[in-house]
T-cell receptor
């Protein structure tokens, strides 16, 4: 039962352009969403989060948008840099605080 | 795609007892498995990294005698919480890595009463 879906396994973007990573969820009880970034040979690190009471959260080059009616969130990276190349995981948690992860999207930012 | 099965999905145990959580890679061989603990509304905390056939590497502050990790095969790793106490109640998640891929399990909610 995949409650959090990242339908794009990979994304390639030119340096300086915007990267948009998408995530869909099915459980309407999810109220907190997170994005993690993972480099090869390292564990995932927390990047940015958003509560369901908001529809946008911004931190530097990273912005997460939440559309509750569509059960969809996205991560925007502007401008994209080669160092952003990594696998990005979307995660969602419900009132029990149990987290569910998507399958990840591999972002490649070309110089 | 790659699937990691984690069991049980939830468990309630009495204080002082031990609980074993299993993490299996169903359609691939996982050279490395990771165990995380999740705190409410917070990021994941990496507890330990295990490679098949060798001892797990524990993160600083994680008691290796309390959280026993076994990675006996390329498809199975187990986490045993020994002499569990209410403060060990949490959500535990495993992940498996192979050939650059990285897949999370579905997690285990542990409640110690």
């Amino acid at each position: 039962d995949q409650q959090v879906k990242q339908n794009s396994p990979s994304l390639s973007v030119q340096e300086g352009r915007i990267s948009i990573l998408n995530c869909d969820y099915t459980n309407s009880m999810f109220d907190y969403f997170l994005w993690y970034k993972k480099y090869p040979a390292e564990g995932p690190t927390f990047l940015i989060s958003i509560s369901s009471i908001k529809d946008k959260n911004e931190d530097g080059r990273f912005t997460v948008f939440l559309n509750k009616s569509a059960k969809h969130l996205s991560l925007h990276i502007v401008p994209s840099q080669p160092g952003d190349s990594a696998v990005y995981f979307c995660a969602a948690s419900d009132g029990n605080n149990d987290m569910r992860f998507g399958a990840g999207t591999r972002l490649t930012v070309k110089p | 795609g790659a699937v990691v099965s984690q069991h049980p999905s939830w468990v309630i145990c009495k204080s002082g007892t031990s609980v074993k959580i299993e993490c299996r890679s169903l359609d691939f061989q996982a050279t490395t498995m990771f165990w995380y603990r999740q705190f409410p509304k917070q990021s994941l905390m990496l507890m330990a990294t295990s490679n098949e056939g060798s001892k797990a590497t524990y993160e600083q502050g994680v008691e290796k005698d309390k959280f026993l990790i076994n990675h006996a095969s390329l498809t199975l790793s187990t986490l045993t919480v020994t002499s569990a106490h209410p403060e060990d109640s949490s959500f535990y998640i495993c992940s498996a890595s192979s050939d650059g891929g990285y897949t999370f399990g579905s997690g285990t909610r542990l409640t110690v009463v």
